[in-house]
């Protein structure tokens, strides 16, 4: 597996909380990157409000790029949670977020099957197939 992101722990930290805070509606949200290391964590809401699907409002999405090209960052993926299933893809991720979860953008999910130990992975969707790359935690 390839590394395809770098980030503190503590914004894999903050997924993991938000992905918490929402339960057990999925969470949502959006990564910024300089020089190809993920430098901003964006909250969104789920305007779904569902355990089973994500999605967030376009004028929202448009906010958070701004403040990203704002500081200087850019687009660097998403992320959202799992809150009964594993910190994998699933049919309805793909077809939803399929264009946005392929390359250049990863795609953090965050499983919280078992709250207590929750599981954080990193995907791209290649040729329609969920493939799963490593992340790096930076100091």
Same mark, same amino acid.
């Given at each position: 597996?390839?590394?395809?992101?770098?980030? @503190?722990?503590?914004?894999?930290?903050?997924?993991?909380?938000?992905?918490?805070?929402?339960?057990? *509606?999925?969470?949502?949200?959006?990564? /910024?990157?300089?020089?190809?290391?993920?430098?901003?964590?964006?909250?969104?809401?789920?305007?779904?409000?569902? @355990?089973?699907?994500?999605?967030?409002?376009?004028?929202?999405?448009?906010? *958070?790029?701004?403040?990203?090209?704002?500081?200087?960052?850019?687009? /660097?993926? #998403?992320?959202?949670?799992?809150?009964?299933?594993? /910190?994998? @893809?699933?049919?309805?991720? *793909?077809?939803?977020?399929?264009? #946005? #979860?392929?390359?250049? +953008?990863?795609? #953090?999910?965050?499983?919280? /099957?078992?709250?207590?130990?929750?599981?954080?992975?990193?995907?791209?969707?290649?040729?329609?197939?969920?493939?799963?790359?490593? +992340?790096? *935690?930076?100091?």
């Amino acid at each position: 597996m390839a590394i395809v992101a770098r980030l @503190p722990q503590d914004f894999v930290d903050q997924m993991i909380a938000h992905a918490r805070e929402d339960a057990p *509606i999925e969470c949502c949200g959006l990564l /910024a990157a300089k020089d190809g290391v993920i430098t901003g964590l964006y909250r969104a809401r789920n305007v779904e409000a569902s @355990p089973y699907r994500f999605s967030v409002d376009p004028l929202e999405t448009r906010r *958070i790029e701004e403040a990203m090209d704002a500081s200087g960052t850019e687009l /660097a993926g #998403f992320y959202h949670s799992h809150t009964g299933s594993p /910190a994998i @893809p699933s049919p309805t991720d *793909i077809r939803q977020m399929g264009t #946005f #979860f392929g390359p250049p +953008y990863v795609h #953090f999910v965050i499983g919280l /099957a078992d709250p207590e130990n929750p599981e954080v992975r990193v995907w791209y969707i290649e040729g329609g197939d969920r493939v799963e790359h490593e +992340y790096e *935690i930076t100091s």
